[in-house]
Every structure is written in structure tokens, then in C-alpha cells.
């Protein structure tokens, strides 16, 4: 088992330090707690933030985007990304300071529903690259410099990608062979290994 599935250990010890109830696991176990789905509290001026720009979001979408049309020829256009960029909605959960919208939790989940009620693969586009893309980890890990750098360009300007599977490894994540080592000099990582499937990459 340990061969096969060596990130298994590393996931049990995060299922024994989960912080709060999970509703999922309710729901697995037939018995959700209804009451973690309430939404937390909200001010009023949170909840007109949403609003306004759910107001601009739909406008484009009705006057930029053809979903029937992404289905069809199984592509996003050009011209629908570079609305949707231009309008921040790549960067709702970089705060204001890095070039991003600075949405709380719920106008970004709000945001996301109204795309998805108009193009379901749309919506997926712009949530990825702000859940698995550079970033969250930069905001919670990178230091001032690479702040700076790279959240105005992934808020504004470029979509970023995720470079996680590997031949060898897809679902056991703990089992990645690719390394990232300080060169001589200490001044550049050196990253080998070989990966594949990066949206957006
Ligand atoms: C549309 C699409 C976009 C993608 N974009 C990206 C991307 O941007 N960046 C990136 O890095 N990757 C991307 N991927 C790859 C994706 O992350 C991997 O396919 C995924 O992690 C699964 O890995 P795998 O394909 O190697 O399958 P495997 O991990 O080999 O799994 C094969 C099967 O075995 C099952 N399985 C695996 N382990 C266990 C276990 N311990 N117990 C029971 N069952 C198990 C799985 O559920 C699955 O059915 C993308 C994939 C798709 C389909």
C-alpha cells in the first residue's frame, strides 16, 4: 500500500488536525450538518461590493460571451479572457494592494455561481487558476519582492498554471520526483524533473 499510495500517511495526519466540522464528510457518512452551509455574516457594504460587480459580470457575459459558442468550437476566445482579466476577475482574491479585487470569501463564490449560470466551463477557467494557481501560494508563503512581481500580473494580465502531475505521479502527490535544488552560489533553484497536463502551461 505504502508503494502505491505514499501520500496516504501525510493525508491521514492532516484529517487528524482538520480545524472545524467538515459538511462533506457529513454527507458521506449520511448525516450533514445543515447548519455549517449558512453562510457567514456579511456587512452591507461586503454584500454591495457583490452586487455591483455581479452587475458588471453580467453585462459582459451577456455581451461578450456565447457559451453555446465555447462548446462548439471548445475553446475560449481570446477576446473573453482579456474582458474577464481586464475586469479583475482573475484576481478577486488578491488584495487590493497586489492589483486584485480584494473579494471576500462569499463575493468571490458569488461571482463564480453567476459565470457558471451562464458557462459552466467558463467559470471553471477563471476559479482554477485562483484556487491551485501561483496565487495563494505567493500571498501565504512568497516574500515582499515576489509579491510584488507576480500577483499584479496573474491579477491582471496572465493566467497562471499548475504544474503538479507527473509520469509517475498524478493523485499520490507526496510521490512528485521533481526537485528544485539551491545552486552553488545560493543566488537560483535549479528545477528538474519532467511534468505534463498543465492547463494554461
Ligand atoms: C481536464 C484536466 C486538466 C488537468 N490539468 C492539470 C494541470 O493543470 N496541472 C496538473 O498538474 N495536472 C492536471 N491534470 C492532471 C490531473 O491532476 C491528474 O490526472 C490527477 O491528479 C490524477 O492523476 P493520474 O491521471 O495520474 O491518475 P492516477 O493517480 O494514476 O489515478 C488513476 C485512478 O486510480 C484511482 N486512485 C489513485 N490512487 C488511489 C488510491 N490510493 N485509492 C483508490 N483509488 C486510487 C484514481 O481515482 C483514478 O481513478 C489535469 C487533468 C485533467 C483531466
Keep these: 500500500m505504502s ?7 501525510q493525508i491521514e495526519e492532516a484529517r487528524q488536525e482538520m480545524a472545524g466540522e467538515s459538511f462533506m464528510a457529513g454527507l458521506f457518512l449520511g448525516n450533514p450538518d445543515l447548519n455549517l452551509l449558512f453562510p457567514p455574516d456579511e456587512s452591507d457594504e461586503e454584500k454591495q461590493i457583490g ?8 453585462e459582459f457575459l451577456k455581451q461578450q460571451v456565447d457559451p453555446d459558442d465555447i462548446e462548439r468550437i471548445a475553446k ?16 478577486m482574491k488578491i488584495p487590493k494592494e497586489y492589483g486584485g479585487l480584494g473579494f471576500s470569501y462569499t463575493n468571490y463564490g458569488r ?4 459565470i457558471a449560470s451562464w458557462s459552466n466551463i467558463l467559470a471553471l477557467t477563471v476559479a482554477v487558476p485562483q484556487s ?6 505567493i500571498l501565504l508563503f512568497g516574500n515582499e519582492k515576489q509579491k510584488k512581481a507576480f500577483l499584479p500580473r496573474v491579477a491582471r494580465k496572465e493566467i ?3 504544474a503538479l502531475t507527473e509520469p509517475d505521479t498524478g493523485s499520490d502527490a507526496a510521490n512528485i520526483q ?5 545552486n552553488a552560489l ?16
Design 3 to 9: 508503494q502505491l499510495f505514499k501520500g496516504m500517511e
Design 51 to 58: 452586487k455591483e460587480y455581479c452587475q458588471k459580470i453580467e
Design 76 to 91: 475560449i476566445p481570446e477576446h473573453v479572457l482579456k474582458g474577464l482579466l481586464e475586469l479583475g476577475a482573475f484576481g
Design 111 to 114: 461571482v463564480l455561481m453567476l
Design 132 to 137: 491551485i494557481g501561483i496565487a495563494m501560494p
Design 160 to 162: 497562471s498554471a499548475f
Design 178 to 182: 521533481t526537485n528544485a535544488v539551491l
Design 186 to 201: 545560493g543566488t537560483h533553484f535549479v528545477v528538474n524533473g519532467e511534468k505534463l497536463w498543465c492547463t494554461n502551461g
